[in-house]
């Protein structure tokens, strides 16, 4: 929830209001383990107005098509977006695979969660979709009204299958819901999805076919 949170247009005025939250930025050129230079809202506006899929936001199409979305129709992209809030769980540039994220959330997930805490608050989030499992979903709090068994028994569904290092694994799908007068003094329904970067590719239309029997 730092450096400019995106905000779509139509963000406040849904019935139900959706927070998609990010690891955290990743960037070759920036210091890694330092703030980014520049607000998410920036990064968010240059996406959007691409006509065509650049390498360097292959991430928001994964994270849209994820949802069912045809990234290839302009329209329905920005209507997509025009409709969430945007923003990341860690506050420094971090590097991929390189065990900075990691390390970041293991010293500061409490200073995280009551940011993270304060937005949900202010902007009356009923949904957080977390794009990133092990180094944001995990770290959530799980005490003060979690309810982890609340969607799926265990917390957790098998979406699909992926190759890593040779074996086939499980794909999941995670999800829980904060009771009203728990951590974030509302219900709040929260799921956590893999990284769209995960060591074995990441394929939206597992997440897409089971998020559309809610969405």
Known sequence: MHHGVYQGIEAQNQEKRILI?????????????????????CIMNTYLEEEKTKNTHHFFHK?????????NKKEEKEKFWDKVYFG????VVC??????AKKMVNQKSTCYNK???EFVIQEKIDYIFCFGVSA??????????WDRNAIYPGGKIIVGHT????????VYLRAGIYRQGGYFERK????GIPHPSAKGGFNPDNFAKELSKFF
């Open 95 to 100: 590097s991929v695979a390189d065990g900075t």
């Open 163 to 170: 190759m890593k290092n040779g074996i086939e694994k499980k």
């Open 115 to 117: 940011k993270l805490k």
């Open 188 to 191: 709040v329904t929260v799921y």
């Open 63 to 71: 994270i849209a098509r994820s949802f069912g979305i045809d990234t």
């Open 136 to 145: 944001v979903y995990n770290y959530l709090p799980s005490e003060e009204g």
């Open 88 to 91: 990341n769980y860690i506050d």
């Open 21 to 41: 939250l990010g690891e955290s930025h990743h960037d070759k050129k920036e210091k890694i383990g330092e703030p980014a230079p520049y607000p998410t809202k």
